[in-house]
T-cell receptor, first 113, second 114 residues
Framework: QKEVEQDPGPLSVPEGAIVSLNCTYS??????FMWYRQYSRKGPELLMY????GNKEDGRFTAQVDKSSKYISLFIRDSQPSDSATYLC?????????????FGKGTLLTVNP | NAGVTQTPKFQVLKTGQSMTLQCAQD?????MYWYRQDPGMGLRLIYY???????DKGEVPNGYNVSRLNKREFSLRLESAAPSQTSVYFC?????????????FGEGSRLTVL
């Protein structure tokens, strides 16, 4: 089993829809959870960052972490065509020379006008 | 606001040729990274440099070498390119190699090995 599993999609939704993107993981030591957004032919950029379990909201975006289920989610409300991108989850543990960051494979999202 | 700059953006090589991908950041970050991104494989870490003067292997280091030239620059060298190294390469930097270190990525270098 890979450490981080993410459904690659593609996911296609109409404008205004609520989007749910998910990752599961197997390493219970992961403590920090991130979502990166990658537009076509660009590098990833950090979208949201959470520590441990719980929810974090930023505008139309909500990140949710359930450590008991080893499951993280990103919700996008009122999705816009500009949200069309690949979304990568990432998880990390440790620091310094023991730091480990693992990415999911990414989910391709298209929001249709 | 240059951030992380990678050169070249595109390159075609023949099997066995060598080349160096250059990366520079202007954010005074301590840590720098080289990733490759392949369809169905996601981002995989090749090498990283937690601080100036140190480099360490990542998940897929075979066939690559790196040099942390100074605090700003981190280069990736392919000594004898193979078709399996056809990929998009991303350089990234962060203020520190730790869980609170947000990665800032360049726009990528697209390499094709024939």
């Amino acid at each position: 089993q890979k450490e981080v599993e993410q459904d690659p999609g593609p996911l296609s939704v109409p404008e205004g829809a609520i989007v749910s993107l998910n990752c599961t993981y197997s390493n219970s030591a992961f403590q920090y959870f991130m979502w990166y957004r990658q537009y076509s032919r660009k590098g990833p950029e950090l979208l949201m960052y959470t520590y441990s379990s719980g929810n974090k909201e930023d505008g139309r975006f909500t990140a949710q972490v359930d450590k008991s289920s080893k499951y993280i989610s990103l919700f996008i409300r009122d999705s816009q065509p500009s949200d069309s991108a690949t979304y990568l989850c990432a998880m990390s543990v440790g620091g310094g020379s023991n730091y480990k960051l693992t990415f999911g494979k990414g989910t391709l999202l298209t929001v249709n006008p | 606001n240059a951030g992380v700059t990678q050169t070249p953006k595109f390159q075609v090589l023949k099997t066995g040729q060598s080349m160096t991908l250059q990366c520079a950041q202007d954010m005074n970050h301590n840590s720098m990274y080289w990733y490759r991104q392949d369809p169905g494989m996601g981002l995989r870490l090749i090498y990283y440099s937690a601080s100036e003067g140190t480099t360490d292997k990542g998940e897929v280091p075979n066939g690559y070498n790196v040099s942390r030239l100074n605090k700003r620059e981190f280069s990736l060298r392919l000594e004898s390119a193979a078709p399996s190294q056809t990929s998009v390469y991303f350089c990234a930097s962060s203020a520190l190699a730790g869980p609170t270190g947000e990665l800032f990525f360049g726009e990528g270098s697209r390499l094709t090995v024939l």
